[in-house]
Every structure is written in structure tokens, then in C-alpha cells.
């Protein structure tokens, strides 16, 4: 098989180049690719990539006739993939969608499909922090929540006009929504349609069995552990990764142990049994045989749990790398239970990473002149207390007159308004970057989005697509830059009052 790297390897529109910055692994804890002798896999929007705004329309379709056939009034909603975005957080308490930075403040959000005022959101969350661990918060870890999330506030709004049955609340409301959503996926209908037209649903990668070829090869063992079903997973790994594969080599010849129907994340932490996939029936299903022992590289399994995979492997910890797209089932799970390493792959980063990119010119004008705005609104203030103190006759005084002080602080003020009026339209354009309701997923506001902080607590790496790791190569030692503190460096306030009296021509300031 042959494959270009660094040449923009799928030929696409908009995909970057496999050298360029949204192609990246980015480190958060130092990893040495050389000492990890097995790589663990998911596959939804891990191995096999779905054209998301495509997939989602079709979950919401399914939520939608469900919810048609309760009798509910939905036939007038429409799915809109831009009304919610990864990484925000359901407040089923409100009926609210928020976005939150790391310590949990708000910082964003929309009651249904209105957003919030400043004074409302204020009201509203102003004595609450956004805690996971509280039911009445529902993280969304992945695409998959796009479509659920879509309708649930859209429904929010039909249920303040009373248009839904008397007596719901904002929480029946949404596990309504959840088990509309589940039943779909039971019935297996949704997964139906992706394997009846793939073309259409999945967003091909030609270089992932390449990566994973070159792990193989490279002595570590390849691992598929997934919680999609046989019938659903053998077909669409047939799809992605055998055309692409050498030779007459399979999905099945490249993994050396695959385990589907995980049951992630208690996979991870309890101890089911494992059943080998011995063949498959005309129907796709697959003929089972119950398995006692190691687990045999080669097979096929359905179920099974990752304390019995390390004994079959004859590794444990930090040897096995697990990369997938789910925060908490797939990423902060097996850290937290086994201490695997873990890789995150977030597709929207790459939009993001091209949108900040591009946005860097505005963005250094956007900080050169909020710096500026420090060092006067410190020398404002220092005005201020020089006249206080003068005029009440305490602590250190200056012979300046408290007319000249009055006048110097409304020049300032002047100066404060004009940088403002710079300011705010390029801090509106920062914060509609990548999606206009809510911004960038990695950012709130100048501080890091909640999801942000859950990908650093427990990935150790994240990047847009698993192929990232072709040119990266099986033996590359990452290392996670140095982190910064506040205190780091001198605040605009430290070393810009005498830059702010110099700059309104003022030499004698302190004297």
C-alpha cells in the first residue's frame, strides 16, 4: 500500500496538510510512544470518522419520530448543527445549555433556544458551580450528544409555551429525549442506515490503517475495544480499513485482539465475561461461544473486561495506551481505574486550531491593547489615591493640586473609553471564533473551557484524528511544554505606571 505523507495525503478540500498545525499531537504529560508496547482503539469518531452535521440529522430524526409517536407537537422542528457544539454542559435543573471554564463558573448560556442576558445568567448562576458529579448536570463528551442536546432545547422552548404534556419538568423533559435516543440505538435502526449507505455517513481516513500498520509492525500489540455490536462494527471496519490494507489482509489481521459490545467505561473496572466470536451468520450476527481463560491474539471477543486483557497481554498500567473520543468513558476511566496512558481524539480541534491561526494577527492587537488598558486603568487608579489621600490628609502626600489630579484622571478616562471602543469589537469576534453562539470549545472567555480542563486532567495526549500518529511515527517521545503560572511574569500593572505617565506626558509622577 502505498501512502504520501506531508503532502496533504487525502487530496481533500480543507484538510490540512499532514505537517501543519491543526495535524498535531499536543502533549499534556510527557509520553514515550517507545515504552508503550500495546495501543488500544475505539471506534466510533475514534477509528472511523462520521460526517458529523449527516449522522446527527439522522439521530434527531429518529429522537423526532419517537417523540411524534408519544403524541408531542414536533413536527415543525428542524435540526440545526450549529445551536450546540462538544464539550458543553445540559443544566436539566433550568432547562439550560451553559458553557463553563475550569473551575465550573458559567460563562455562557442559552434557556432553550434564547440566550441568557448577562443580568439573567448572573441571577441564574450566580452562587452555582457546574459539578459533574451532580446528576442534574450532563456533560456532553462527544459528538454523539450534538443531536440529543439539539432537541432538548429546542423542546425547552414548547414546553415554557405549554405545548408539552402538563406537569413535565426540565429533567423528564430531557430523559424523554435520552430514551427516545437509546431506543434508536436498541433498535439498532440508526446504525442501519450508516451500513446502508457509508458513503454517505462516514468520513473516510485512508491513512489510520497506515498508523496502526506502522504500530504493528513496530512490535507493539494493536488493540480494538469498542462498544459497538459485531453486526455494526465488522461491516464498517471492512469498509474503512480493508481497501486500504495490503494485500489481501483484513480489519481482523491487524488487531491483534478485538473486542467489541465493551460495555465501556465498566469495562474498565468490573470483571464480565468474555465471549469469542467464532463465525457469523447470514444475518451479520455473530456465533458465540462462551471462554474461559486468556484471552487468544488473533480472535474476536464480545464483552470481556481490561483486567483479563492485561493478563492475556502480560502487561499492565502505563505499558498500554488507550486512544478514543469519549472524556470520561473512554479517557478519564481508564486512567483513573488502571493508570493506562491516553490519547483524546477531539475532530472539531481542527477547525479550531485553523480559526485561532488565523485569528493570531487580531488576536496580538487584541492583547497588545488590553495590556495598554492595564497600565492605565493602574495609573487611573494611582491618580485616584494620590487625591484621596491628599485631600483626607493621611498616609504619603504630593504637592500636586487636586485640580491638576482631577483633570489628569478624566484625561485618562477619555483614554480608557477610546481603547474600549477598540476593544469590544475585536473581544465580540474572539468569542463567536469557530461556532457564533459559543465560541471556541477550548476557551472560555481568557480562560480554558471545562472541557478543556477534563482533557488535561486525563489525557495525557489529544489530537483531531488518530492518522496524526503516521507522521508523528511509532517510537516519537513527546514531551508536554512547560507550563506557565501567573506570577511568571511582571503584570502590566508592575511595570506599566511610569510607561502610562510618560505616555500622557506627565515626567514627574511618584515625586
Not at 495535524?23 to 482503539?41: D, E, H, M, P, S
Not at 494485500?247 to 473486542?259: H, K, N, R
Not at 489615591?385 to 478616562?413: F, K, M, V
Not at 465580540?428 to 481568557?446: D, F, K, T, Y
Request: proline share 5%; charged share 25%; hydrophobic share 40%.
Amino acid at each position: 500500500m502505498e501512502a504520501t505523507i506531508g503532502t496533504g495525503t487525502h487530496g481533500e478540500p480543507g484538510v490540512p496538510d499532514a505537517f501543519e498545525h491543526p495535524r498535531g499531537i499536543f502533549c499534556n504529560r510527557t509520553l514515550n510512544l517507545r515504552k508503550i508496547q500495546a495501543v488500544g482503539y475505539d471506534m466510533d469518531y475514534t477509528l472511523v470518522h462520521y460526517h458529523v452535521a449527516l449522522w446527527e440529522e439522522r439521530a434527531y430524526g429518529y429522537i423526532k419520530d419517537g417523540l411524534a409517536r408519544l403524541g408531542w407537537p414536533v413536527a415543525d422542528l428542524e435540526f440545526d448543527p450549529d445551536l450546540v457544539v462538544q464539550g458543553l454542559v445540559m443544566d436539566t435543573e433550568r432547562g439550560n445549555v451553559v458553557k463553563a471554564n475550569r473551575f465550573g463558573y458559567v460563562k455562557r448560556a442559552f434557556h432553550g433556544t434564547q440566550p441568557l442576558g448577562y443580568r439573567e445568567q448572573r441571577r441564574a448562576y450566580r452562587r452555582t458551580l457546574v459539578d459533574l458529579h451532580d446528576k442534574r448536570w450532563r456533560f456532553m463528551n462527544t459528538l454523539f450528544s450534538l443531536s440529543e442536546a439539539s432537541i432538548y432545547l429546542q423542546l425547552v422552548d414548547k414546553l415554557d409555551a405549554g405545548q408539552l404534556p402538563h406537569g413535565l419538568g426540565y429533567d423528564d423533559l430531557y430523559q424523554t429525549v435520552r430514551e427516545t435516543l437509546d431506543a434508536a440505538h436498541i433498535e439498532g435502526v440508526l446504525k442501519a442506515d450508516i451500513l446502508a449507505d457509508p458513503d454517505r455517513y462516514v468520513d473516510a481516513d485512508p491513512d489510520v490503517p497506515l498508523a496502526l500498520l506502522d504500530q504493528k509492525n513496530a512490535g507493539k500489540k494493536v488493540l480494538l475495544i469498542t462498544n459497538s455490536e459485531w453486526e455494526y462494527a465488522a461491516p464498517l471496519l471492512g469498509y474503512a480499513f480493508d481497501p486500504h490494507l495490503p494485500g489481501d489482509m483484513t480489519w481482523q489481521d491487524l488487531f491483534d485482539l478485538a473486542i467489541v459490545g465493551a460495555r465501556k467505561p465498566a469495562f474498565f473496572s468490573e470483571g464480565a465475561p468474555a465471549f469469542e466470536v467464532v463465525g457469523q451468520g447470514d444475518d451479520g450476527r455473530a456465533v458465540l461461544r462462551s471462554h474461559t481463560g486468556m484471552l487468544e491474539e488473533g480472535r474476536a471477543y464480545i464483552g470481556g473486561n481490561a483486567a483479563l486483557v492485561e493478563a492475556s497481554l502480560g502487561l499492565q498500567g502505563s505499558e498500554i495506551l488507550y486512544v478514543g473520543d469519549h472524556v470520561f468513558a473512554d479517557v478519564t476511566t481508564s486512567k483513573n481505574v488502571l493508570r493506562w496512558r491516553t490519547a483524546l481524539v477531539l475532530r472539531p480541534l481542527e477547525d479550531e486550531i485553523e480559526a485561532l491561526d488565523a485569528w493570531r494577527g487580531d488576536q496580538h492587537r487584541l492583547s497588545e491593547m488590553m495590556a495598554e488598558k492595564e497600565r492605565l486603568e493602574a495609573y487611573f487608579s494611582a491618580l485616584r489615591l494620590e487625591r484621596q489621600r491628599n485631600e483626607q490628609g493621611y498616609g504619603p502626600q504630593t504637592n500636586r493640586s487636586a485640580d491638576w489630579l482631577t483633570e489628569r484622571i478624566a484625561t485618562t478616562r477619555e483614554r480608557l473609553v477610546a481603547i474600549d471602543a477598540e476593544i469590544g469589537p475585536l473581544a465580540v469576534a474572539s468569542s463567536r471564533l469557530v461556532n457564533e453562539r459559543w465560541g471556541p470549545l477550548m476557551w472560555a472567555g481568557n480562560d480554558k473551557s471545562h472541557l478543556a480542563r477534563q482533557i488535561e486532567a486525563s489525557a495525557d495526549v489529544y489530537t483531531a484524528r488518530v492518522s496524526n500518529f503516521l507522521h508523528y511515527t511509532p517510537f516519537v517521545y513527546l514531551r508536554n511544554p512547560r507550563g506557565t503560572l501567573p506570577h511568571d511574569s511582571e503584570t502590566p500593572q508592575d511595570a506599566g505606571l511610569e510607561d502610562a505617565a510618560r505616555d500622557l506626558g506627565v515626567e514627574d509622577f511618584g515625586e
